[in-house]
């Protein structure tokens, strides 16, 4: 059955390849003209973006793809390929009758997640797919009409309303850009994380929770479009039947992370996170903390870490890389989330040994001054994990 769901995605791509084809040379002449343009008016912002646009039927745009600077958009260092033997053993598994679940959150956690096959994957840790592939085919039909109930229950013919919308909307826009923008992506992305609230009966929306509706979205693109992040300007057409399917997977694909993982306690409490992060730096790093304590840094800095899991950061190859992680430590997502912002604060440490009080207050808030590589994400989620496995053995 998975090979059907694939088929379908494949009949979505083929549809609309043929349209793209004969506009290709006006759309990327036209993309390649307004990008100069922003260059240069904003030649030293960090918005200085490429866009890959989605539209639907009625050649409304739904949704864009923001991506940084020029500089960022080489080709990664040698070893950024993903392995061709990872690839034949991801597929070999989810061919299986029945998933080997907890194996395969292994094998991702120690070798990483195709790109295209990510969102798959994702719904499979997070429960949204059951680890029976025949019965894939009957899920996400099933799943987007309960979403359509949940979409006219809380919101009727509406908008989200504007207590829960003007927060949700500032979250977004704080952290969007770096892979998203256009408004309609925006509305969509407040729609969805307002009945995700509404769902997991929270009483007012906790900073930060729309921003992991993020890289859960840009999975799901992922599937439909492999070559996404090295395709940066281009325009496609989706029916708009596949839109709402979209929309739907990400609910849901959000509530579950929220609801059953735990995640929400992070966004409801950040500072219990921002506790753990204080206990976990001198365990990794005594020096750095003795450092830090004496040019009187307050752990509280880093809320802002714990309440935008880092999505702005890095360009949006790298950060799907650190969200598969995340997405293979469900089961103890809080602790994790901690080790990865003290990791974080370890791999700077020489840096920050080096910063005064007040540069050591703008490091936290503008913590990367350079784009970074894949070596440099690779060598980060390596010491996330040596980390991981200290602070178990120290507990």
Not at 46 to 63: C, M, P, S, Y
Not at 211 to 219: D, E, K, N, Q
Not at 235 to 256: C, G, H, P, T
Not at 301 to 323: C, E
């Amino acid at each position: 059955m998975e090979r059907g769901f694939e088929s379908e995605l494949s009949d979505i791509f083929n549809n609309v390849s043929t349209s793209l084809s004969l506009f290709k040379s006006s759309v990327l002449g036209l993309f390649e003209e307004d990008k100069s343009s922003q260059r240069r008016a904003s030649s030293s912002s960090e918005d200085d973006l490429g866009e890959w646009t989605l539209l639907d039927k009625n050649k409304q745009t739904v949704i864009r793809l923001s991506e940084s600077s020029e500089e960022e958009l080489v080709d990664d260092e040698e070893g950024a390929v993903i392995d061709p033997q990872l690839i034949q053993e991801i597929a070999t598994r989810l061919s299986a009758v029945r998933i080997d679940v907890p194996s395969l959150i292994t094998l991702a956690n120690q070798r990483g997640i195709p790109p295209s096959r990510r969102a798959i994957v994702y719904q499979l840790f997070l429960g949204f797919l059951s680890p029976w592939p025949h019965a894939w085919s009957t899920i996400p039909s099933m799943k987007q009409g309960f979403y359509g109930k949940y979409k006219k229950q809380y919101l009727g013919s509406g908008t989200v309303p504007k207590e829960f919308c003007d927060p949700i909307s500032s979250d977004l826009k704080r952290t969007v850009g770096r892979m998203f923008s256009e408004s309609s992506t925006i509305e969509m992305l407040e729609r969805v994380t307002y009945i995700c609230v509404k769902e997991c009966l929270l009483d007012n929306y906790p900073r930060g929770l729309a921003t992991i509706s993020i890289p859960f979205l840009y999975s799901l693109l992922e599937e439909l479009y492999p070559n996404l992040d090295q395709t940066p300007n281009k325009k496609v057409n989706l029916q708009e039947e596949n839109i709402d399917a979209i929309e739907s997977k990400l609910f849901w694909m959000m509530y579950l992370f929220c609801e059953d993982h735990k995640a929400q306690s992070i966004f409801e409490d950040p500072m219990a996170i921002v506790g753990m992060i204080s206990q976990m730096v001198p365990t990794l790093d005594n020096d750095l903390h003795v450092y830090l304590s004496r040019h009187n840094f307050s752990y509280d800095l880093l809320t802002k870490w714990v309440s935008t899991f880092f999505v702005h950061r890095f360009r949006s190859s790298l950060y799907m890389l650190l969200w598969g992680k995340y997405m293979t430590n469900l089961y103890r997502l809080p602790a994790f989330h901690a080790s990865v912002c003290a990791s974080f604060l370890v791999y700077h440490a020489d840096h920050l040994k080096s910063l005064s009080g007040p540069e050591i207050i703008q490091f936290i808030q503008h913590p990367i001054q350079t784009p970074w590589k894949y070596g440099d994400m690779k060598a980060f989620l390596e010491l996330v994990e040596e980390h991981s496995q200290k602070l178990n053995d120290h507990q």
